[in-house]
């Protein structure tokens, strides 16, 4: 019963920086978590977060370069990336679900996805 939409994605030089948001449409709070899905690879875990914004948790190749929060006031959860580097190249989707988790199976709605391109 949301609609998820991310938007933020681009093209970008090893080492910089790219901010993703993810906008979601309905009355309900969601945990959130962003995944990725590079070509002929599985869709992988990248961070979530709880309704509040109070608890978070991150796969190991981004702990300390990437931030995940989110402002309720807007329905809207972000992605901050930096020190990107060839690697984390791949779509980005966002997903809601009712806790933090890194199974994907456990967000029941997810966004189309916004296309991160690190070249180097």
């Known amino acids: 019963q949301v609609q998820l939409v991310e938007s933020g994605g681009g093209l970008v030089q090893a080492g910089g920086s790219l901010r993703l948001s993810c906008a979601a449409s309905?009355?309900?709070?969601?945990?959130m978590g962003w995944f990725r899905q590079a070509p002929g690879k599985e869709r992988e875990f990248v961070a979530t977060?709880?309704?509040?914004?109070?608890?978070?948790s991150y796969t190991d190749s981004v702990k300390g370069r990437f931030t995940i929060s989110r402002d309720n006031a807007k329905n809207t959860v972000y992605l901050q990336m930096n020190s990107l580097n060839s690697e984390d190249t791949a779509v980005y989707y966002c997903?809601?679900?009712?806790?933090?988790?890194?199974?994907?199976?456990?967000?029941?709605?997810w966004g189309q996805g916004t296309q991160v391109t690190v070249s180097s």
């Open positions: 309905g009355r309900t709070l969601y945990a």
């Open positions: 997903a809601a679900g009712s806790s933090v988790t890194a199974y994907s199976g456990q967000y029941a709605y």
């Open positions: 977060i709880n309704r509040s914004g109070g608890v978070t």
